[in-house]
């Protein structure tokens, strides 16, 4: 390890390189066999998302609804990467995300992951395990990532916002195009049942009824004093002060830089867009997604 705390944490900084057609970095792909080869459990339960699209917001819910009452010390002595891991992370100094996933003691399993549709392990789909997919609007999406890879040293550096924004419209993300993951889950809901497509617009608008369609489609019919836990735990200031999600433990993140829970808003995109950006991107946005029924909200 160098005795310069910046230089040993920007030459963690990878490249991104094309993985049988998608951007990622070594960290997501080092692993890869395991990955490939993990076996789920029928009672899994997989949180899918394209990165900073609510996936924290998401797990937090699943594990509160699934164990806020039978395991309440979970919340305050376990962060949120520990209880739910990430399936394909192998970073340096941190547990490889798939043998904490191996290794979690409860039932059902919660596993986050940000690989597109192609890449899930086969044996998610093979056990019929249930998916709970969010999408949040390109535009905020963009930006959240933006800010995300300025803090995290775990991703390729950034860059300025212009040659972000456009490396994103060409899909030379870590994990991909944001266009082809968001419409790759929704064309696998058409044929895949137990997969819940969700909007990170409609949470914020309407947590309860939400977290109602949520619990329908997992089985759950949680207490009023567990709804009463999640009104309070779920909002965006609680979760920003709260160490166990708010990632201001996990060294890769530098949350002086620009904090894990930054907004929390839709429509802060217009805080970074200029107008000649918003346009191109507006065009650009059109012939990539064609899909009339896949429709995002980008105002609050
Ligand atoms: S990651 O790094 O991919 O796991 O990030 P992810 O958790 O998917 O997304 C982070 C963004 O989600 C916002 N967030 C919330 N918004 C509103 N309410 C609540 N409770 C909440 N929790 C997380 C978080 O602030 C990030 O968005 P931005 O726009 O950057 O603030």
New binding site residues.
């Given amino acids: 390890m160098s005795d310069n705390p910046q230089k040993t944490n920007s030459s963690l900084r990878p490249e991104l390189f094309d993985f049988h057609g998608i951007s990622m970095t070594h960290y997501f792909t080092d692993n890869w066999e395991k990955i490939q080869n993990f076996q789920a459990r029928p009672d899994d339960i997989l949180i899918a ?1 394209y ?7 998401v797990s937090h819910i699943l594990d509160l609804l699934h164990f806020g009452q039978t395991f309440p010390e979970r919340q305050t002595s376990i962060p949120i990467y520990d209880r739910v891991p990430f399936l394909e992370l192998a970073f340096p100094l941190l547990d490889l995300g798939v043998d904490l996933a191996e290794k979690l003691p409860t039932s059902p399993r919660l596993i986050k992951s ?1 690989l597109p549709i192609q890449f899930v392990p086969k044996s998610f789909l093979e056990q019929n395990c249930k998916i709970v997919y969010v999408a949040r609007n390109a535009k ?1 999406n963009v930006v ?1 990532y933006f ?2 890879e300025r803090m995290n040293v775990g991703d390729p550096e950034p860059g300025d916002w212009n040659s972000f924004l456009h490396r994103f419209m060409e899909g030379k993300m870590v994990f991909g195009s944001w266009y082809d993951h968001v419409n790759g889950f929704w064309k696998k809901k058409q044929t895949y049942p137990n997969l819940h497509y969700m909007f990170y617009e409609d949470m ?1 608008k309407d947590t309860e009824l939400e977290i109602d369609k949520l619990c329908s489609f997992l089985g759950l019919s949680p207490s009023e004093e567990e709804r009463k836990l999640l009104r309070s735990e ?3 200031d609680q ?1 920003k002060k709260n160490d166990m999600v708010n990632y201001s433990l996990l060294p890769p993140m530098d949350v002086k830089v620009s904090p894990f ?5 839709v429509g ?1 995109w217009k805080n970074h867009f200029t107008v000649a950006q918003n346009d191109e991107f507006d065009k650009d946005y059109k012939k990539k997604m064609m899909d009339p029924k896949l429709q995002f909200c980008t105002e609050a």
Avoid: E, I
Avoid at 51 to 57: A, E, F, I, K, Q
Avoid at 261 to 265: A, I, L, P, S
């Fill in positions: 998302t990165p900073r699209s609510g996936t924290t917001w940000h905020d959240s800010h995300f914020l779920l909002k965006f979760m829970m930054r907004k929390g808003k802060d």
